[in-house]
């Protein structure tokens, strides 16, 4: 291909595919974690049922302790009972025991409701388990298939950067040095076909001196509008000079 700008042209495909190879490496944290999200949140699930029964057994603890002094005040009470000598000391005694008789049951009805609490995060805690071991092998193969696209992302990549890191360097260096320029400052691509009489990039028409010149074999001629460099496409459509593309 006798173009001057042939190779600058293979050097700006090669960085638009190193651009999408590079858009499509940052994708796959994000579907990778879509992957694991379900996961993720049954995770959550089951580590917040731990630590609620973990509170469970500990607030279960304290109030079996209650409960056992309780029992013990009401043994000493109604022991008491008997050794008593005067009416008023008696039913000071009675109404002890009522007291702790009924702190005793109350007692009892909340273990008995920590006890039901624990049977139901027990049992949820099983069902994450269960839930969480078939997702964990449901997603395995979709995890692997991913670090295997990462990996084969990343052979592209390397195979494109040192073909480009190549063909760049046989390119006329004041040339490239424009091109790396507009590269850099994000006028991407830098290279781009003239359309009709218009920038392909902007659109906005080019003087005719400006055309005339660009349409000699290999010439380019910087967009003065957008900046992009403007080159005549080896294969103009002939009747792409005919329709208004500039109102695209
Ligand atoms: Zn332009």
Request: charged residues 35%; negative net charge; hydrophobic residues 35%.
């Amino acid at each position: 291909m006798p173009h001057r700008l042939a190779r600058l042209l293979e050097v700006q495909s090669l960085d638009m595919e190193l651009a999408a190879l590079e858009s499509r490496r940052e994708e796959v944290p994000r579907r990778r974690a879509e992957v694991t999200r379900e996961i993720t949140e049954l995770e959550a699930e089951r580590g917040e049922k731990e630590q609620a029964l973990e509170h469970g057994r500990l607030a279960r603890r304290g109030k079996e302790s209650d409960l056992e002094l309780q029992r013990e005040r009401l043994a000493k009470y109604e022991r008491q009972l008997g050794e008593v000598r005067t009416n008023v000391a008696y039913s000071a005694l009675l109404s002890e025991i009522q007291r702790a008789k009924r702190e005793i049951g109350q007692l009892e009805d909340e273990i008995l409701d920590l006890m039901g609490e624990r049977e139901d995060q027990e049992k949820r805690i099983a069902e994450l388990s269960g839930m969480l071991a078939e997702k964990r092998s449901a997603a395995a193969g979709e995890l692997e298939e991913l670090a295997e696209e990462a990996r084969e992302i990343e052979r592209a990549a390397e195979a494109a950067r040192s073909k480009r890191d190549q063909l760049a360097s046989e390119i006329q260096p004041a040339l490239y040095r424009m091109y790396d320029r507009l590269r850099r400052g994000r006028r991407f691509p830098a290279l781009v076909p003239m359309r009709g009489h218009a920038c392909g990039a902007c659109h906005s028409s080019l003087p005719p001196q400006v055309v005339r010149e660009i349409q000699h074999e290999g010439a380019f001629h910087p967009c003065e509008a957008c900046g992009v460099l403007v080159y005549a496409a080896p294969e103009v459509e002939p009747a792409s000079a005919a329709t208004p593309r500039g109102t695209t």
